[in-house]
């Protein structure tokens, strides 16, 4: 073998080590970038999963705290609206009591244990009534009782409140409660009735 032929011998060989490197760095350059592509797609991936996750906790958390507020505020505007109702009830006491007066307030009357009674409350136009059933007592007039009567012992030991303002007090947490169901019906009636018109 001549010095010539050498020559192109050890450059080929040469220039076929240099492919070969060039081949073999490019394959190692082509893996990293697969694996970093991949590890970025998991990574993608993860935070994806992961945002998912925080904003269903987000949704969930808001959706928690809107329907705190709204149970709060309807508690609100329930409890406000209770105490207009009661005034309003209260203020029609006297209207009840007018209605069929003599037998309403027997009918009261009636319900009163037999006692050694010494003091009578009444509402002024029941006052006649009251003498009448009760000629040995006291009889005291006080109109904000709505209607009925409110009877006192000696020394005031034993009190029975019969009058319709007692009545309605002791019965108002029932009938506040059945007013506002039915409210409440007739609100989500509304909102159905909205809902289906505005489709």
Not at 26 to 52: F, M, P
Not at 162 to 175: E, G, I, K
Request: aromatic share 4%; with cysteine.
């Amino acid at each position: 073998m001549g010095e010539n032929e050498l020559k192109i011998a050890l450059k080929n060989q040469g220039e076929q080590q240099i492919r070969t490197g060039w081949e073999s760095a490019e394959q190692r350059v082509s893996e990293r970038r697969c694996a970093i592509e991949e590890a970025v797609a998991g990574l993608q991936e993860q935070t994806d999963r992961q945002l998912q996750i925080q904003t269903a906790a987000q949704r969930s958390e808001l959706l928690h705290e809107a329907q705190t507020r709204t149970r709060e505020g309807r508690l609100h505007a329930e409890a406000d609206l209770g105490c207009r109702l009661y005034a309003l009830a209260q203020e029609l006491l006297p209207e009840l009591a007018a209605t069929e007066r003599r037998q309403r307030w027997q009918a009261l009357c009636d319900e009163i244990p037999p006692a050694e009674w010494q003091q009578v409350l009444v509402c002024t136009p029941d006052r006649a009534q009251a003498q009448q059933v009760f000629p040995a007592c006291e009889i005291s007039l006080e109109d904000n009782l709505g209607g009925g009567l409110m009877v006192t012992t000696a020394e005031g030991l034993i009190t029975v409140d019969n009058s319709l303002r007692c009545r309605l007090q002791r019965s108002w947490p029932a009938l506040l409660s059945n007013l506002l169901a039915e409210l409440r019906i007739l609100v989500e009636s509304d909102e159905a009735t909205d809902t289906d018109t505005s489709s």
